[in-house]
C-alpha cells in the first residue's frame, strides 16, 4: 500500500483523494490474498493427490512433478509472508487492515544445548530525573535466534625435539594420527564433508564455492580424495552393522535405482555411457513393537538389479522378510532339500491399496473404492496399536483385524467372477490372491508390520541424493554411498546427531582396539570426554 510521506494536507478533496486511493488498495491487495489462498489451497491437495498415486514404473514422474510444486507452493508462502508484516507470535485486531492466509507459525524449537549469550541493558544507578539510587525491581527479556558461520581453523601440532645433556639422547613426542594419511583434513572437517554430501546431498563442486566463501580454497580433486579416504577407514565399522542388522529375524527391504558412469557404454557406442545400478536397504526396526534391539539400516550397491544381489546380501539371514513383489526374492522363500523354510515373506499392503487407487482414480470403479474402504479398516486398527508390545498387536489383530481380512479374502474371489480377467482391476486382486499367505502374515505374529513403508522411508535420502548428485562416477563409487548412507542413517536411528558422531568416531578409528570396535557402533557409542582425551 502506498504511504503518504510527511503531514496531509488540509485540503478537502485533497485527503478526500487520498483516502479513496487507500480504499482501493485495501481492495486490490484482498483480492490478491484470496487468490494466493486459493493457489496454495489448490496445490497443497494436488501434491497431496500426488503423493498418494505414487506407484510402479510411474513414481519417478510423480516425484519430479510433487517437487515442482512444492516449490512453486514455498514461493508463494514466502510472498505471502513477504506482504504479511504481522509478528510471529502476537495477535493484532487490525479492523479494516488486509486479512491474509492462515499460515502455521510458532516459535522455533531450540535445543537446551544450543549455546547462550545473554546481553543485559542497565539504565545505571543513578535517576536520570532526580539523580537519586535506582533499585532493581524486575527484568523483561526478549531472544533471538542468531546464525554463527562455521569457521576453519588450521591446527599447528609442534613436536618438540629435545636432547639430553648427559648422553645425547634425542627424544621427541611420537605424532599424533591423523584419519587419513598424511592428509591436512581434521576429524570435524572430514565428517562435514561426509554429512554435507550424503545427508544435506551438497556435491562436492558445491562444497568447494562454500569453503572458498570461508577463505579456504579447497580443489575437488583434494575433497574427492578426503571423501573416499574417510569412506575407506570407516569401512570395518559399516561392515560390522551390515552383519549386526543381518542378524535380525525380522527385516524391512527395498531397491531404488541410481545412475553410473560407465566408460565402457560410450566405447560400444552408447552417447551417455550411464547404465542404471541399485541402491539396496535392509532396515532394522523393532520400535513400533517395542523389542528391545537398536535400529539400525545397511545399504548395498549393486551394478545390475540380479536377484543374486539381494541373495548374497541376506546369505546368513534367516526370518521374516518384508518387501515388494520383487522376483529376485523369491528363491529366498523356498525350502531347502529338507523342506524347512529360512525366509518367510510378508507382503505390503501399502502396495496393494496403492494398484486399487490408481484403478479407482482412473475409472472411479466402485469395487476398486470398496477395497480401498477395507484395507483403510484394517489400517485404522493399527495405527491404534503401533508402539505397543507384540503380543498385544497380536491379540487386538487376531481379535479385530482376522476377521476383516478373512471378509476381505471372500470379497476378492467373488469380485473376480464379475470383472474382466485381464483388467488392472483383476491384476489387483490376482495379486493380492496369489500371494495370501504373505499377506496375512501380519495376523499371525505381532512384529510384522502392515506394509514395507519403513523400507520406502529408510531409501528415501537415495532418491533425494541422486537428483542432485545425479549419478555416482564408478562402481566404486556406488558402494561409498552406499557404505556413507550406512553409517549416517544408522546414526541418525540412534537418535545421534551424524556429524558429532562421524567426527568422533574418526578421530579414534585409526588407535581403537579391532576386538573392540563394536564400542563405535552407534548404539553402543559415547562421546570420547576432554579426560578421556588427554588419557589416550
Given at each position: 500500500?502506498?504511504r503518504h510521506?510527511?503531514?496531509?494536507?488540509?485540503?478537502?478533496?485533497?485527503?478526500?483523494?487520498?483516502?479513496?486511493?487507500?480504499q482501493?488498495?485495501?481492495?486490490?491487495?484482498?483480492?490478491?490474498?484470496?487468490?494466493y489462498?486459493?493457489?496454495?489451497?489448490?496445490?497443497?491437495?494436488?501434491?497431496?493427490?500426488?503423493?498418494?498415486?505414487?506407484?510402479?514404473?510411474?513414481?519417478?514422474?510423480?516425484?519430479?512433478?510433487?517437487?515442482?510444486?512444492?516449490l512453486?507452493?514455498?514461493?508463494?508462502?514466502?510472498?505471502?509472508?513477504?506482504?504479511?508484516?504481522?509478528?510471529e507470535?502476537?495477535?493484532h485486531?487490525?479492523?479494516?487492515?488486509?486479512?491474509?492466509?492462515?499460515?502455521?507459525?510458532?516459535r522455533?524449537?531450540?535445543?537446551?544445548?544450543?549455546?547462550?549469550?545473554?546481553?543485559?541493558?542497565?539504565?545505571?544507578?543513578?535517576?536520570?530525573?532526580?539523580?537519586?539510587?535506582?533499585?532493581?525491581?524486575?527484568?523483561?527479556?526478549?531472544?533471538?535466534?542468531?546464525?554463527?558461520?562455521?569457521?576453519?581453523?588450521?591446527?599447528?601440532?609442534?613436536?618438540?625435539?629435545?636432547?639430553?645433556?648427559?648422553?645425547?639422547?634425542?627424544?621427541?613426542?611420537?605424532?599424533p594420527?591423523?584419519?587419513v594419511?598424511?592428509?591436512?583434513?581434521g576429524?570435524?572437517?572430514l565428517?562435514?564433508?561426509?554429512?554435507?554430501?550424503?545427508?544435506?546431498?551438497?556435491?562436492?563442486?558445491?562444497?568447494n564455492?562454500?569453503?572458498?566463501?570461508?577463505?579456504?580454497?579447497i580443489?575437488?580433486?583434494?575433497?574427492i580424495?578426503?571423501?573416499?579416504?574417510?569412506?575407506?577407514?570407516?569401512?570395518?565399522?559399516?561392515?560390522?552393522?551390515?552383519?549386526?542388522?543381518?542378524?535380525?529375524?525380522?527385516?524391512?527391504?527395498d531397491?531404488?535405482?541410481?545412475?553410473?558412469?560407465?566408460?565402457r557404454?560410450?566405447?560400444?557406442?552408447?552417447?551417455?555411457g550411464?547404465?542404471?545400478g541399485?541402491?539396496?536397504?535392509?532396515?532394522?526396526?523393532?520400535?513400533?513393537?517395542?523389542?528391545?534391539?537398536?535400529?539400525?539400516?545397511?545399504?548395498?550397491?549393486?551394478?545390475?538389479?540380479?536377484?543374486?544381489?539381494?541373495?548374497?546380501?541376506?546369505a546368513?539371514?534367516?526370518?521374516?522378510?518384508?518387501?515388494?513383489?520383487y522376483?529376485?526374492?523369491r528363491?529366498?522363500?523356498?525350502?531347502?532339500?529338507?523342506?524347512?523354510?529360512?525366509?518367510?515373506?510378508?507382503?505390503?499392503?501399502?502396495?496393494?491399496?496403492?494398484?486399487?487407487?490408481?484403478?479407482?482414480?482412473?475409472?472411479?470403479?466402485?469395487?476398486?473404492?470398496?477395497?480401498?474402504?477395507?484395507?483403510g479398516a484394517?489400517?485404522?486398527?493399527?495405527?491404534?496399536?503401533?508402539g505397543?508390545?507384540?503380543?498385544?498387536?497380536?491379540?487386538?489383530?487376531?481379535e479385530k483385524?482376522?476377521?476383516?481380512?478373512?471378509?476381505?479374502?471372500?470379497?476378492?474371489?467373488?469380485q473376480?467372477?464379475?470383472?474382466?480377467?485381464?483388467?488392472?482391476?483383476?491384476?489387483a486382486?490376482?495379486?493380492?490372491?496369489?500371494?495370501?499367505a504373505?499377506f496375512?502374515l501380519?495376523?499371525?505374529?505381532g512384529?510384522?508390520a502392515?506394509?514395507?513403508?519403513?523400507?520406502?522411508?529408510?531409501?528415501?535420502?537415495?532418491?533425494?541424493?541422486?537428483?542432485?548428485?545425479?549419478?555416482?562416477?564408478?562402481?566404486?563409487?556406488?558402494?561409498?554411498?552406499?557404505?556413507?548412507?550406512?553409517?549416517?542413517?544408522?546414526?541418525?536411528?540412534?537418535?545421534?546427531?551424524?556429524?558429532?558422531?562421524l567426527a568422533?568416531?574418526?578421530?579414534?578409528?585409526?588407535?581403537?582396539?579391532?576386538?573392540?570396535?563394536h564400542?563405535?557402533?552407534?548404539?553402543?557409542?559415547?562421546?570420547?570426554?576432554?579426560?578421556?582425551?588427554?588419557?589416550?
Amino acid at each position: 500500500m502506498e504511504r503518504h510521506p510527511g503531514p496531509l494536507p488540509d485540503d478537502l478533496e485533497t485527503l478526500k483523494g487520498i483516502i479513496m486511493a487507500q480504499q482501493g488498495e485495501i481492495v486490490r491487495l484482498s483480492a490478491s490474498a484470496r487468490a494466493y489462498d486459493a493457489l496454495v489451497q489448490s496445490l497443497k491437495i494436488r501434491i497431496a493427490r500426488l503423493q498418494k498415486q505414487k506407484f510402479g514404473v510411474s513414481s519417478e514422474k510423480i516425484e519430479r512433478e510433487t517437487e515442482q510444486l512444492e516449490l512453486l507452493l514455498e514461493d508463494v508462502e514466502i510472498a505471502i509472508a513477504a506482504a504479511d508484516p504481522s509478528p510471529e507470535s502476537e495477535d493484532h485486531d487490525n479492523g479494516d487492515a488486509v486479512v491474509f492466509p492462515q499460515r502455521r507459525r510458532g516459535r522455533p524449537r531450540v535445543s537446551d544445548a544450543t549455546p547462550r549469550e545473554r546481553i543485559v541493558l542497565d539504565p545505571g544507578e543513578s535517576c536520570s530525573a532526580c539523580g537519586s539510587p535506582l533499585r532493581l525491581v524486575g527484568e523483561d527479556v526478549t531472544e533471538i535466534l542468531e546464525f554463527i558461520a562455521a569457521k576453519l581453523k588450521v591446527v599447528e601440532t609442534a613436536r618438540l625435539k629435545k636432547s639430553c645433556r648427559h648422553c645425547e639422547t634425542m627424544v621427541q613426542p611420537e605424532a599424533p594420527s591423523r584419519p587419513v594419511p598424511r592428509g591436512m583434513a581434521g576429524p570435524g572437517l572430514l565428517a562435514h564433508i561426509l554429512v554435507s554430501k550424503f545427508d544435506d546431498h551438497i556435491p562436492l563442486y558445491r562444497q568447494n564455492e562454500i569453503f572458498a566463501r570461508q577463505g579456504v580454497d579447497i580443489s575437488r580433486s583434494t575433497l574427492i580424495d578426503w571423501c573416499g579416504q574417510a569412506v575407506a577407514v570407516l569401512r570395518p565399522l559399516t561392515d560390522l552393522i551390515r552383519q549386526d542388522v543381518v542378524k535380525a529375524d525380522l527385516l524391512h527391504a527395498d531397491d531404488t535405482p541410481i545412475q553410473v558412469l560407465d566408460p565402457r557404454l560410450r566405447q560400444a557406442g552408447k552417447p551417455r555411457g550411464v547404465k542404471e545400478g541399485r541402491i539396496w536397504t535392509y532396515l532394522r526396526d523393532p520400535r513400533p513393537w517395542g523389542g528391545s534391539d537398536p535400529p539400525a539400516v545397511a545399504y548395498w550397491f549393486s551394478p545390475d538389479r540380479k536377484g543374486i544381489n539381494p541373495q548374497t546380501h541376506l546369505a546368513t539371514f534367516s526370518g521374516i522378510l518384508q518387501a515388494d513383489a520383487y522376483a529376485g526374492f523369491r528363491e529366498m522363500y523356498k525350502p531347502d532339500a529338507t523342506g524347512a523354510v529360512r525366509v518367510r515373506e510378508a507382503a505390503c499392503w501399502a502396495h496393494l491399496r496403492r494398484a486399487f487407487h490408481d484403478v479407482w482414480k482412473g475409472n472411479g470403479s466402485t469395487i476398486a473404492r470398496e477395497a480401498l474402504e477395507q484395507i483403510g479398516a484394517l489400517y485404522d486398527i493399527e495405527r491404534q496399536i503401533t508402539g505397543h508390545p507384540a503380543s498385544y498387536r497380536l491379540a487386538i489383530r487376531q481379535e479385530k483385524s482376522r476377521p476383516r481380512v478373512a471378509a476381505f479374502h471372500v470379497w476378492c474371489e467373488a469380485q473376480l467372477t464379475r470383472i474382466p480377467g485381464k483388467g488392472e482391476l483383476a491384476k489387483a486382486i490376482r495379486y493380492a490372491l496369489n500371494r495370501w499367505a504373505a499377506f496375512t502374515l501380519f495376523v499371525e505374529d505381532g512384529r510384522v508390520a502392515i506394509d514395507n513403508n519403513p523400507a520406502e522411508r529408510a531409501i528415501r535420502p537415495v532418491c533425494v541424493g541422486r537428483k542432485n548428485y545425479l549419478f555416482a562416477g564408478s562402481d566404486a563409487g556406488g558402494n561409498n554411498i552406499a557404505d556413507a548412507m550406512t553409517l549416517i542413517e544408522s546414526a541418525k536411528l540412534s537418535g545421534l546427531n551424524p556429524h558429532d558422531y562421524l567426527a568422533d568416531v574418526l578421530a579414534r578409528i585409526n588407535e581403537h582396539k579391532i576386538n573392540r570396535l563394536h564400542e563405535l557402533l552407534p548404539w553402543n557409542w559415547h562421546p570420547m570426554t576432554d579426560l578421556h582425551k588427554k588419557a589416550a
